[in-house]
């Protein structure tokens, strides 16, 4: 009896580990100041002791940190490794599976050889256009008005591709300090963003299995945090592919709309339906107007190269917007937006190639993970561009993409799409390289993992790669 509650271990330890965990899945944000001693052992029905000590060995993990009269927080995780958004270095021996960044589409060659024709009849034109070229506008709001949400071009502002149209956006509408709900996973762009202006990321658990249950975890934290805005990707999110139902997404519309918050919709990943499930509604379809920002660009689509982005908003946030943004940027290159316009103009088709590319990549991308990492647990998405995957226990994904990185594999840790020190026990693999290559990467994953039938193979790289950059 008493060798068997040994094993239990202090109280206290076990407290310690429960909050460790409640900080690595970022249900306690980096930075949060911790309730005093007193309080949390009132809440608990423990001893002031044993939370002290709790408090004491996380301090001496690095996980919280005490200010002498402030309190004790958590201690923020500064990820200062090389993974920024974008790496060098893609050589032919170098898999680079930490961009979420299709090739550049077929139909590209020939929109920018129209596009030039179109520049060559308009010499006269000064070439800035503020706000963006009057044809691609109303081609943009053509698109939002079949889908559901009425709009007209004066509701569009172009800018250099969905990153700029984030940066405007929230330089317009978030302050220092401001609080900004977002749903956890995310996209790390998103996040460097918010911080760059100031703002606390508040993350709110989305479970791809249950999107239900995010609207209640908005509501609440919405109410708790009084968050300003809210960063959201209700089509194919960047990592985990999920696609919000439409009753839930209007349910966390009308939720965040009633709460005061702003929402930001990220739809870069919209038309990658693989499944081909359909258009879904607007995010902000069934609110008034000033309740929804939206942000598209033609990156996922079409190529990340070709630097076209939009921000679709009521005509208020509109000005506040291209006011930040005039401010910076004269123009978006009229060439570009020339192609843009063309391309929209066979838009059907420019989506239908890619998405049988990146059904043909997610497909080969489920099915290697399976035969070869059967302890790897994922949703396979029904869009987007990339598996979100959970890890089996024990293994952590900044080791494990320290390790791919000696052997030529490049990714981007798991840790880089949440706040805190969740999602280490998560690996995101974009299906935007071919059948082949993610092969080849599945293979060197399976390698690493010392996994079963994970034999070498031929094209596997070997050698170490260049320091990425961000
Ligand atoms: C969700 C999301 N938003 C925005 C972007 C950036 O898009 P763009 O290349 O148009 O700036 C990306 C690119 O990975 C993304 O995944």
Request: glycine residues 8%; proline residues 7%.
């Amino acid at each position: 009896m008493t060798a068997v509650l040994g094993r239990v271990g202090p109280m206290y330890a076990s407290l310690a580990r429960d909050l460790q965990r409640l900080v690595e899945d970022g249900a306690v944000a980096a930075d949060a100041r911790m309730p005093s001693e007193r309080v949390l052992a009132r809440v608990l029905g423990v001893s002031r002791v044993t939370v002290a000590s709790a408090y004491r060995e996380l301090r001496e993990q690095g996980v919280l940190t005490s200010v002498h009269g402030a309190g004790t927080f958590v201690v923020p995780r500064s990820d200062t490794r090389p993974w920024g958004r974008l790496v060098t270095g893609d050589g032919p021996d170098v898999l680079e599976f930490v961009n979420a960044a299709p090739p550049a589409s077929s139909f590209l060659g020939a929109a920018y050889e129209a596009a030039a024709r179109g520049i060559a009849t308009t010499s006269a034109h000064p070439g800035y256009v503020p706000g963006g070229a009057f044809r691609l506008r109303e081609a943009i709001a053509r698109r939002y008005t079949a889908r559901g949400l009425p709009t007209t071009a004066d509701q569009i502002m172009i800018t250099a591709g969905a990153t700029d149209a984030i940066h405007a956006v929230v330089a317009a509408l978030v302050g220092p300090g401001n609080r900004v709900l977002v749903e956890h996973p995310t996209y790390p762009g998103a996040l460097d963003t918010l911080r760059a202006v100031g703002a606390t990321c508040i993350p709110v658990a989305l479970d791809p299995s249950d999107p239900d249950a995010f609207v209640d975890a908005a509501d609440r934290a919405a109410r708790q945090h009084d968050p300003v805005l809210a960063y959201l990707m209700p089509d194919h999110a960047n990592p985990s592919g999920t696609v919000l139902p439409t009753d839930t997404r209007r349910r966390l519309a009308a939720t965040l709309h009633r709460r005061g918050v702003v929402t930001v919709i990220d739809e870069v990943s919209v038309d990658l339906d693989l499944d081909g499930h359909g258009p879904t509604e607007p995010f902000g379809a069934p609110v008034p107007d000033r309740a929804a920002v939206t942000v598209g660009s033609l990156s996922k689509s079409v190529w990340g190269g070709l630097r076209v982005g939009w921000v679709r908003a009521d005509a208020a946030h509109l000005a506040a917007v291209a006011t930040v943004y005039s401010a910076r940027q004269l123009t978006v290159s009229l060439i570009d937006q020339y192609a843009a316009i063309e391309l929209l103009g066979d838009y059907e088709a420019v989506v239908a190639h890619r998405c049988d590319q990146l059904r043909a990549s997610r497909d080969a991308l489920t099915s290697a993970l399976t035969r070869s990492l059967p302890d790897w647990s994922f949703r396979s998405p029904s869009g987007g561009l990339s598996l979100w995957c959970t890890l089996p226990a024990g293994e952590r994904s900044t080791e494990l993409v320290d390790r791919a990185r000696e052997r030529g594999l490049m990714l981007a840790p798991g840790t880089r799409f949440g706040t805190g020190y969740a999602f280490d026990d998560c690996q995101r693999i974009p299906f935007t390289r071919t059948p082949e290559e993610i092969e080849d990467a599945v293979a060197v994953l399976a390698e690493l993992m010392g996994g079963a039938n994970a034999g070498p193979r031929e094209r596997v790289p070997s050698r170490a790669v260049p320091e990425a950059v961000v």
